[in-house]
């Protein structure tokens, strides 16, 4: 790991937790910012702040070749939706869309990570720093599943491990073993509050990793908004994969938790 690091950042505080966990280790952070997605407030956290269209892959590969780095991480989402948005396409990133099999969002981030890779840009594993924050096995909360919810998380395990392994989404809402919802393209949090809405509260949520997750650019992850749509879906469980889930401001996400009187259990993916 080289003194310099690239980031690309998406949406959501990921960015902002990996800019401290990163400046922490000493590190020097050029940042791609991405139109529309990232939190301004990144700018006062990194060492280089540049803001780049979606479209615009030869800029953001310039951008790195021109500050020497050799080793980037990709933090935060991007709206999947956008990703058919992309108006303002440069020829690098119009040829790269022209040739993939399709147009899922790990294919199109899988594409983006090759042609780094054709400039000697490595993409790395963007949990890199926030070890802290990935829990093992175990209840983290006051609350424990009680007999019925933890017949629905292994119910709902089954059913989310299924639906991501065909790259559709990795949460699911159960009760009574029974699917209320499955996550597509409109994100965890909405397929919560439609579960929520379905099963009337006292919903189970499930979110796993994909089979073969490329932590490069698609970590799962939690945190305090997840909890405050948890509780205004009336969900009472919330299961998700241990050593793979990051739960940013872990303490502050587990304390809401507990208030809300809600259960976070992180149980193996086998």
Known sequence: MTDKIGLIAGNGDYPLHFAQA???????????????ETNPELKTMVDSFTWV?????????DIFKKEQVIQVVMAGQVKHF??????????????????LPNKKADTILGGVAEELGKEGITLVDSRIFLE????????????????????????????????????????????????????????????????????KGDVVVVKVSKPHQDFRFDVPIIGEN?????????????????????????????????????????????
Request: glycine share 10%.
């Open 22 to 36: 990163a400046k922490a280790q000493g590190k020097t952070i050029i940042t791609v910012a991405l139109d529309g």
């Open 82 to 99: 956008r990703l058919f948005d992309l108006l303002k396409l440069d020829l690098r990133a119009a040829a790269l869309l022209k040739r």
């Open 132 to 199: 802290k924050f990935i829990p093992p096995a175990g209840v983290l909360t006051k609350i424990k599943p009680d007999k019925e919810q933890e017949k629905d998380i292994e119910f709902g395990l089954k059913i989310a491990k299924g639906i991501a392994a065909l790259d559709v989404g990795q949460t699911i809402v159960v009760r009574d073993r029974a699917v209320l919802a499955v996550e597509a393209m409109e994100g965890t949090d909405q397929t919560i509050l439609r579960g929520g809405k379905i099963g």
């Open 226 to 270: 997840t909890i405050t749509v948890l509780h205004e879906a009336g969900a009472r469980v919330l299961a998700f994969c241990a050593g793979e889930t990051l739960i940013l401001n872990i303490d502050a996400v587990i304390k809401l938790a507990d208030t809300y009187k809600l259960c976070l259990i992180a149980i193996e993916n086998k």
């Open 53 to 61: 269209g979606l479209g615009q892959l030869n800029k953001l590969i």
